[in-house]
């Protein structure tokens, strides 16, 4: 295979809407980015009969059988082990051996996270590895790090994220000096928790990024900040509450604009501004929450994703791999010594993680 591709794996039997929906977002993205190739991960049989349906560049995309499927119910750990031929396993291993760029799942998150460290590999010096998913402002996207991957996080990882988040978005948004907030019940330094308490100083005094201090969560949606830094536990419940309430209200609306006759000629008049508007404050059109830090780029998607949220993630790999933002997070979080290393010897870390049955 030509090494000018841009190689990403697909998970074609995860998520609710496998394989339809990852094999048409493949098929689509194929389309739109020459420089892209493709690998399905899956059962070839089901890929191949869903292939049937378009037609594709054959040159550009290959299929890797798996036989198994990690289920959303199951021990992640347990899973990762005991299930070497299912498609999240396997389409992991592509990035950890360097075959594929990224991997893109709209499975078992908890499997993705696990594996994600267990088989692909910190970059070395990056303590923990977090999710960081874009949501919708009133002033653009925000990076939310992290929103699922390390529920019990030290101060230490906090700054690791914070400086993570700021080097992703300058590069991937174009933010020349991203804001940097912290997530807390208030504004003042001493309010908070001990972990918010301990990594406040830390961030005041962290060079390279641009800490404005305390954010609150009501603050998200306006805008107040480019990266919203929190352990996993906040970030989800975060990330829950923000979708839950979008879906709410888009409902809401719905139903006021077809409650009557004179709304109902209203919503007409509105549609176009309210078209615009949906589609500014729509998650999917963000892609998915990549796994920062590892030695090869893992985005997790929505377990529902449809094609054109699985087909905006692989347009995150592209840009990730374009603007080599692993490279970035060496060069600029004082790794540099160790590039090579962290970045070209995948396999010895993550065995000696595997050896270790740590995250």
């Known amino acids: 295979m030509s090494k000018k591709y841009i190689r990403v794996a697909l998970d074609a039997m995860g998520g609710d809407l ?3 929906e990852p094999v048409k977002a493949a098929v ?15 059962k070839e049989e089901v890929i191949r009969a869903e292939l049937e349906k378009y037609q594709y560049p054959e040159d550009r995309l290959e299929i890797l059988d798996a036989r198994e499927v ?39 998150t908890g499997a993705t996270l696990a594996g994600g460290q267990l088989l692909v590999g910190r970059i070395r010096g990056i303590e923990r590895p977090p999710l960081a998913p874009l ?3 009133a ?8 929103c699922g991957a390390n529920v019990d996080a030290r101060a230490s990882q906090l700054v690791q994220f914070a400086q993570m988040g700021s080097i992703y978005m300058k590069n991937m948004t174009g933010i020349e000096n991203p804001r940097v907030a912290l997530v807390n019940i208030g504004a003042e330094e001493e309010k908070g928790n001990a972990l918010v308490k301990e990594v406040f100083p830390l961030l005041k005094a962290c060079e390279g990024i641009n800490f404005i201090g305390n954010i609150e969560a009501r603050e998200i949606p306006e805008g107040a900040a480019d990266v919203v830094v929190c352990d996993a536990f906040v970030g989800n419940v975060i990330l829950k509450l923000y979708e839950g309430l979008a879906t709410m209200l888009l409902k809401k609306i719905k139903a006021a604009l077809m409650s009557t006759i004179p709304s109902k000629i209203g919503a007409l008049l509105i549609k176009p501004a309210l078209k615009g508007l949906l589609k500014e404050f729509n998650i999917t059109s963000y892609g998915g929450a990549p796994m920062l830090g590892l030695r090869g780029l893992v985005v997790k998607t929505h377990g529902n994703s449809e094609a ?16 080599d933002i692993n490279g970035q997070f060496v060069a600029q979080m004082g790794l540099g010594a160790q590039k090579e290393k962290a ?6 870390e993550s065995t000696a993680q595997e050896e270790k049955g740590s995250f």
């Open 18 to 20: 496998a394989p339809a």
């Open 28 to 42: 689509e993205a194929l389309e739109k980015r020459k420089i892209l190739h493709m690998t399905l991960v899956g």
């Open 70 to 108: 990690i289920e959303m119910a199951e021990s992640p750990v347990n899973a990762i082990r005991k299930k070497k031929d299912s498609s999240i396993v396997k389409g992991l291993r592509l990035v950890k051996e360097g075959t594929c760029d990224a991997f893109v799942t709209a499975g078992s």
């Open 135 to 137: 949501l919708p402002t």
């Open 139 to 146: 002033k653009g996207p925000v990076l939310l790090v992290d």
């Open 308 to 323: 054109v949220e699985i087909r905006n993630a692989i347009e995150q790999c592209i840009q990730f791999k374009k603007k």
């Open 343 to 348: 970045l070209k010897d995948p396999a010895q």
